[in-house]
């Protein structure tokens, strides 16, 4: 803090001596936390151990032993559950504080151990048989049970990105596009089903008290997934494009009122950027085939570019001024 | 030849002052609405989504502009044209702050990065060839772009103009052929060691409160520059892209000592002078600085398997970290391990979202022959499930 600053306010009479002396007392003795930065520093740790554990196990499956690492492996991965079931709290449902730092990272570490053991029994002695679909949805059972049971956002999303999986499709913010064929029908359907069913299991945790700190969680995969599946419809489904526009402006119209009543930014900017994507899909098709060889037309399209982007800009300010106390 | 009016930007300090001073409970926080009140800004400055949005789109509006206008002229006169643009940049830059009040809105971002490509691409395109290009250029840029940060007190221009000058430094060295490759690290030390003082005398003036931002940014730019501008790893290896056709030469055995001894101890040393100085950040970069010298020792003598030294230090880091938390639960030497923020913002959800990216994909690595999008879904028949 800048205690030349405070000074001016004393000045202009706004704070009184005494205030200005216990900031300049705070600024010289009180201590700095180091709060967060231990706790990035631990999620750096834990990743680096179960990165390296995971690929110690992977490429040393055949000399280390398999009884031997399935052993070591359900010993950790006990060790952390026995753990935080002595400490935790029980199951509530509104937030449930950690009762020490160290918990939260358990619930984390014992779900990262679990995968890999799971994994591991699958690989090795085939622990879900041909059945493949029972390896994602057994840890997708546990992982959201542990997410809601000990009250932990990281698990629910793996558990999110597990149900993903499960229905067959990646669906981490980088990967979403990276990793998923949007060609094919079946992952379309899914991602769209999906989507409802996320942005669903957020209002109703909103709407019930359940778990009312999770909705964020859910919206997000939501918002990111329909959208994408959505305007991935219209491209692949080319005769229908207009339904398939209709439905998703109906629906971004939701989730754009959704936006403003959660007070969020995040999610008020992206439902902007993706509306604006799919109706700029629409308008340009249109463009194009109005008039396929001109010139003309590519000056109307980098027109209307422009003075869309330019509308758009002043659309995300206005808004932006009505949204207030927002979070992420 | 501030953009923004003084008392203004000294006004945004002072919000930011009375809402750190609530967040310690120093004030109250109708106290804190009173200051608010009573120092009124009236500059934009979003949120960081909405800005990123803005700043996007910003891209998008100053790319299409120049394909129209680049295709009615057929692109016959580039250097007219990017002289153009630049003015154009430059007025709607001048209206957005000026009328509309912009203040770090991400549209203010872009046009002064667009200004800078411009000028320098027109500049570079009507010189006749033989000149330096690189180094003409890095001077545009460190020049423009400081000229931004003091006018506009813009952190990012502070951050490009500092990366300008050092990448100056690079292409100068490279006149000066194999001698240059002894010297350039130490110009480079000099040269962060100069930034960092200048900082530090104009920080604390309160004239200079609207810049402080940008003042402390160069600071741990520069703390940071001069760590790696004596690193063993980016000397030895770097040195030899940046500066062609020298010989392999190895370096003389004392100046690699030398390199080592500075790679290794300076870290220590920003380590310890932000424990010192109660100073989190340089706390924070000295942790970077000794990171970067483990991998650069171990890029010299491997000792253990990427995997082992991956599994090792994340044991020896949560062991450390934890033991950190237990023994900083009293404050010991100004440091604490307790939220001291009174309304802590929720981070909650973020964590969520990195949590995801960083560990959700895992399971998927470990089940090689589980091939998502065809086989557990359609194979499965786990569709039917529902």
Known sequence: MNISLFKKINDDG????????????????APVSVYSDLLIVLYAGIFLLTTGLGIIIYKNMDSIGHTAIVIALAIGCLGCFYYVLQKSPGFRLTKVESPNVLYDYIVLLGCLLLLILLGYLQVQYGLFGNRLGMAT??????????????????????????????????????????????????????????????????????????????AFTYKNFGYHLFFVAAIAAMVVFNSLYLVVFIFLVAAGFFLYKLALKSHSFYLFVITALYLYAALSYVIIKNLVSFDRQGEAMIYLILMYLIASAIGL??????????????GL | MLAYSTTTLENLA???????????NLISSQKETEIKAQYAVDLYSPNIFVRIGLGLLTVFIVLASVGLVGLMTNFSAPVFLMLLFAAGCFALLSYITGTRKHFSSGVDH???????IFITAALLQMLPQGINDDLLASVLVAMISLVFFLSFADSIMAIVSFV?????????????????????PFIMMVFAAGVYVVCRRTKSDRKNVYYSKGLRLLELLSVLTFYVAGNYYVVNKLSNQIIPGTPNA????????????FTLVVPLIYLAAGIKYKDVLLCRLGILCIALTILTYRYYYSILSPEAAMLLSGVLICIAAYLLTRFLKQPKAGFIFKNLNRRKKDTANLEGV????????????SQPETTFGGGSFGGAGAGDRY
């Open chain 2, 164 to 184: 300008a000058m050092a990448a100056f430094i690079v292409n100068f060295g490279k006149y000066f052929g194999t001698s240059s490759k002894l010297i350039l």
């Open chain 2, 354 to 365: 990195i949590i995801a990216e960083t560990f959700g994909h895992r399971q998927t690595s």
């Open chain 1, 313 to 326: 800009v002043m659309f995300i300010m206005k808004n932006n001024k009505t949204i207030k106390n927002a």
């Open chain 1, 14 to 29: 706004l704070i009184d001596a005494a205030t200005l002396h216990n900031i300049e007392t705070h600024e010289k003795t």
């Open chain 2, 14 to 24: 002072i919000h930011e002052a009375a809402e750190e001073a609530a967040d310690f």
């Open chain 2, 110 to 116: 872009v046009l002064m990065v667009a200004i800078i």
């Open chain 2, 250 to 261: 190895l370096l003389p055995q004392l100046y690699q000592y030398f390199l080592w001894a």
């Open chain 1, 137 to 214: 949805f057994v840890p997708m059972v546990v992982l959201f049970v542990t997410a809601y049971y000990f009250d932990h956002i990281g698990v629910l999303s793996m558990a999110i990105t597990n149900l993903a999986a499960w229905v067959g499709i990646s669906i981490t913010p980088l990967r979403l596009l990276k990793d998923n064929n949007f060609n094919s029908h079946t992952i379309i359907f899914s991602g769209v089903f999906l989507s409802i069913v996320l942005i669903a299991a957020a209002l109703l945790s909103e709407q019930k008290n359940f778990k009312k700190h999770f």
